[in-house]
């Protein structure tokens, strides 16, 4: 069974930074582009970004310039660097692969606030 463990969320001030971590099996790091996720209150999950095997890289117009996707294969891990943070990007953050195809795990908590 497939599992996506994140963690790494927590409250962080406007203008702030926070990394994100993403744990999954080497089956889906291998074959998958791995996406990261968020879903604000009373709003639809959304695709952050994402990342192919190959390191490409696309992110949603509401994130380029602040957030970055990178992956490490030996670890299995996809990690999102969020910079210059937005009370807007207060969500609970996911991973999955891009577009989502396994179960979702517990996500993890982003407030930013002053």
């Known amino acids: 069974q497939v599992q996506l463990v994140e963690s790494g969320g927590g409250l962080a001030q406007p203008g702030g930074s926070l990394r994100l971590s993403c744990a999954t099996s080497r089956i889906m790091f291998t074959f998958y582009a791995m996406g990261w996720y968020r879903q604000a209150p009373g709003k639809q999950r959304e695709l952050v970004g994402s990342i192919t095997p190959g390191d490409s890289t696309n992110y949603a117009d509401p994130v380029k310039g602040r957030f970055t996707i990178s992956r490490d294969n030996a670890k299995n891990t996809v990690y999102l660097q969020m910079h210059s943070l937005k009370p807007e990007d207060t969500a609970v953050y996911y991973c999955?692969?891009?577009?989502?195809?396994?179960?979702w795990g517990q996500g993890t908590q982003v407030i930013v606030s002053s």
């Open positions: 999955n692969t891009a577009p989502s195809k396994f179960d």
